[in-house]
Structures are given as C-alpha cells and as structure tokens.
C-alpha cells in the first residue's frame, strides 16, 4: 500500500468538471488527489504568420503555478522561468497532436492551464484537463457551424509513472515524485500511440524490463483516463 492507500496501478480518484469558466470559450477543472488544474480554451480568429494562407489552424499553450498553490508561496516571477515554458510546450505538442489542424480553420486556439493546487502531476494533469476545455471549445465551433463535425472523441490523456522502493508506482503524487529513483511523464493517444515521452533516473538506474512495465502501467491508467474524459463530455457531444 502506498502513503494514501492506493495500491501500485491506481490512479489518484480523478474528477473532470466542464464549463466552470464563462468568459471562454471551453473550460474544465481536472482534480488528481489533490492536484487541481484550471484550463480554459480561447479562439483567435487569425494564426501565427508562419501558417498565414494554408487551411491550418494552430494549437497552443501556456501554463503556470498560481502562488498559492504550493507551500511555501511560489513567486509569480518564478513563473516566467524555464520550467514553465518546458512545460507549456508539451502541453502545446500534446493537443496539437490530438486534433487535425486542417479540421479547425485559420484559427488560433490558446489552452490556459493554471495549477490551482499542486501535489504532483500537473503537467500531466494539465494535458488530461486541457485536452477536454480544447473540445468544448471546438463543440462551440460546430455548433455555430464554424467547423464540420469531424473531431475525434476524446484522444488523449497523459499520466505520470515512477519507481520507488524497487516498485512501479502509477500516478506519483508529490511525495512519492520527490523520493522516486526514476520518474516519466508519458502522454498517449486512444489509437495507442504514443506522443511523448519523458524520463529520467535520480541516483540510480532503470532496465528495459522496467521501461516494458512502465509504459504498460501508464497505458492502463490512460485509458481509465480516457473514461473520465468521455463522461465529462458526453452531455456536451449529445447536444450536437
């Protein structure tokens, strides 16, 4: 058993709640444990230069740690720094491979996600999350017509997994993360393919065996993902 009764495959209980934000155009609030990530979806109606006359639109994002959301306090400066930029680029990476560009328009979809509290996973929890305000946003497309309805149901989710006392672990939160020997953020498509991955060991080394183990377990818990995913947007697809 783990520090919060889990056993080594499950998940943190995780909830998605959409439409918590009006002045958008999708939103969601994706809670892992204690994680909790706001992600808001705005449309731009132009792209950036580089795609200016090709039927394309463009997928991007940003993201921050709001300074409440840790103990101690997290500067906003702070926010400005490498991290945050390393992160928001995977989270861009991530949506912009759920969704074909060409489906969108010549538009510019921005995915805000904002850590709210953070107890590990908020990169990952941001991509889940982010990926659900980006659909609502593109059902409001197709409802006005904008767009036809050729997006996909919900395609991608992503989980944390580590290794910890010689054991793999699913979904670290941030205690588990801090003492972890290995530790890989893994983002997944519902075709099973995979869209990144990141790893790395501290102090110590891990096997193919281990590498075999570790994607499987992120599999499993991706796909419980996708389940939540497709139950917070379920009343959104219906309507259209």
Do not use: H
């Amino acid at each position: 058993m783990r520090i919060d009764g889990r056993n080594t495959n499950d998940l943190r209980k995780t909830t998605i709640e959409t439409n918590t934000i009006e002045f958008c155009d999708g939103s969601a609030i994706i809670s892992t444990g204690s994680t909790k990530v706001l992600c808001t979806a705005s449309i731009d109606e132009n792209v950036p230069p580089f795609l200016m006359g090709q039927n394309k639109g463009w997928i991007t994002a940003e993201y921050s740690m709001l300074p409440g959301s840790t103990r101690p306090r997290s500067s906003r400066e702070n926010q400005r720094k490498g991290r945050s930029q390393e992160i928001q680029r995977l989270i861009g990476r991530s949506l912009r491979a759920a969704i074909d560009l060409s489906l969108i328009g010549e538009r510019t979809i921005t995915v805000d996600c904002d850590v709210m509290q953070a107890d590990g996973g908020t990169r990952t929890a941001a991509i889940t999350g982010g990926y659900v305000a980006l659909r609502i946003a593109l059902n409001n497309l197709i409802k006005q017509g904008s767009i036809t309805n050729d997006i996909p149901p919900a395609n991608i989710a992503a989980t944390s997994v580590g290794i910890l006392n010689g054991s793999i672990l699913l979904d670290l939160c941030y205690e588990e993360d801090s003492k972890a020997d290995a530790d890989f953020n893994i983002v997944k498509t519902r075709d099973n393919m995979f869209v990144e991955i990141q790893g790395s060991a501290e102090g110590n080394k891990f096997s193919r065996t281990e590498i075999d183990n570790i994607l499987d377990t992120a599999s499993q818990g991706i796909t419980e993902l996708f389940s939540i995913q497709d139950d917070a947007l379920k009343i959104l697809d219906d309507a259209i």
